[in-house]
């Protein structure tokens, strides 16, 4: 794990772990471990102010046996090579979980996005898109939003990849309604949150009425977590940015704290300032609160060595990537704590990347209706898998899921032969 939470590797034990299961040969569990394609490259930006800054742009592709590589772009200072192999490898076992056609991918640029204008956004997206546009296109490699990215970006990709392939909305997903973005995109992965949390809280006989949960981030997934668990009757009493959370024993009015948190931002404040309304803790308070489920929906690797024996939730859910270290992971096991895989409970984005791809490609736009069913059947098919899986094979959620991936794509690999 780097600075900043910036995971640097993916866990190699919840992959060999897969492979040990599946009895797979050594040469393919290298093949299945390395990335395909991985690159970087220079993106100078002329500034507002006429300065020159130097820039980094990545994308590692790291498989594509069930079809074109898929996966978000990241903007932030901390992101290297390394970062990316990680979270490329995440989205290939992710796409196949989901039984979607695409394969894994990630990348992004070294930028802090807020120190940017919005000129200097535009001309550094479509600079990583020129730079790219060999290797991206609706079969080949399918861009999407992640930290720091928004579908603004997505329509400037867009943009700079139609000048050269003709007007191709598929190349790009998370795009902006009126481009061919799909309608609940933008809320998918908080939805796809809360409906596996629902899911797994009734297989561990946690009452969802009555569960107490605490979100780490309100950043899109986060707030969209909290305002559809509590429109399931979770109590939400917990709610953090990066600098520190509000907590509230009889549960938030989710709208209402998240208006107050927006309002208070816009006019230059911080989350303490609503020290009049709302206990303040801290993260690491959060954490380790007391709660039935617990959602880190941030950044990588904040329950590690240092505070896995002080986790309390009896479930937790990982809504960010990569939020737990695996050392945590084999401690929470041990205390017995369920764990819902990045994988599965953060797929609801992909999903509906998938979804936008296919209304582009039919030039069909769905309703909103249509998009949230269809995605919310695809995350019940996944999660009904990964339960049966752990049942048939004595594993807990997370080995099921890795197993259920691997096996698909070692199977498509098979059938294509070398
Ligand atoms: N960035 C999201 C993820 O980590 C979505 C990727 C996509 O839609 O392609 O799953």
Same mark, same amino acid.
């Given at each position: 794990m780097g600075s900043n939470g910036m995971p640097r590797k993916s866990c190699e034990q919840f992959l060999e772990n897969a492979f040990e299961l599946l009895a797979v040969a050594p040469e393919k569990r290298q093949l299945l471990r390395s990335p395909y394609r991985e690159l970087r490259f220079e993106l100078p930006l002329k500034r507002d102010d006429g300065s020159i800054s130097l820039y980094y742009g990545y994308r590692v592709q790291h498989n594509q046996s069930r079809g074109p590589f898929k996966g978000g772009l990241r903007y932030h200072k901390d992101v290297d090579l390394e970062h990316f192999v990680a979270l490329a490898e995440i989205m290939t076992w992710k796409t196949s979980l989901l039984d979607l056609p695409f394969g894994g991918a990630k990348g992004g640029i070294n930028c802090n996005p807020h120190e940017l204008s919005s000129d200097e956004l535009e001309t550094l997206t479509k600079r990583y898109t020129q730079r790219m546009a060999m290797l991206i296109g609706p079969d080949q490699d399918i861009p999407a939003p992640d930290m720091g990215t928004r579908p603004q970006e997505m329509a400037w990709i867009l943009d700079a990849y139609s000048h050269?392939? $003709?007007?191709?909305?598929? =190349? =790009?997903? $998370? @795009?902006p309604v009126e481009l061919g973005g799909a309608k609940g995109r933008n809320e998918a992965t908080g939805y796809g949150v809360a409906i596996v949390t629902a899911l797994a809280a009734e297989a561990e006989d946690i009452p969802l009425e009555e569960a107490t949960v605490a979100i780490q981030g309100i950043g899109n997934v986060g707030a969209y977590a909290a305002r559809f668990l509590a429109e399931k009757g979770? @109590?939400? =009493?917990a709610l953090s940015d990066s600098h520190c959370g509000l907590y509230t024993e009889q549960g938030f009015d989710v709208e209402g704290v998240l208006q107050k948190v927006a309002r208070c931002k816009e006019e230059g $404040?911080?989350?303490?300032?609503l020290n009049d309304v709302f206990e303040i803790i801290s993260n690491e308070e959060l954490l380790e609160l007391d709660v039935d489920i617990l959602i880190p929906a941030a950044i990588g690797g904040v329950i590690c060595e240092g505070n896995a024996e002080k986790i309390k939730a009896r479930l937790v859910v990982e809504a960010a990537n990569m939020p737990i270290t695996c050392k945590a992971d084999t401690v929470l096991n041990n205390q017995s704590i369920k764990i819902l895989p990045d994988i599965l409970a953060n797929a609801g984005g992909v999903t509906v990347s998938y979804l936008e791809w296919v209304q582009n490609r039919q030039r069909f736009q769905w309703s909103r209706k249509r998009t949230l069913e269809e995605l919310e059947n695809r995350l019940t098919d996944a999660w009904e898998a990964v339960e049966q899986k752990t049942r048939e094979e004595q594993l807990n959620y997370r080995q099921a899921a890795y197993f259920i991936a691997v096996e698909r794509i070692l199977k498509a690999i098979d059938l294509r032969g070398f």
């Open positions: 050269h392939g $003709g007007f191709s909305p598929a =190349v =790009v997903t $998370g @795009k979770a @109590k939400i =009493v $404040g911080q989350l303490s300032d």
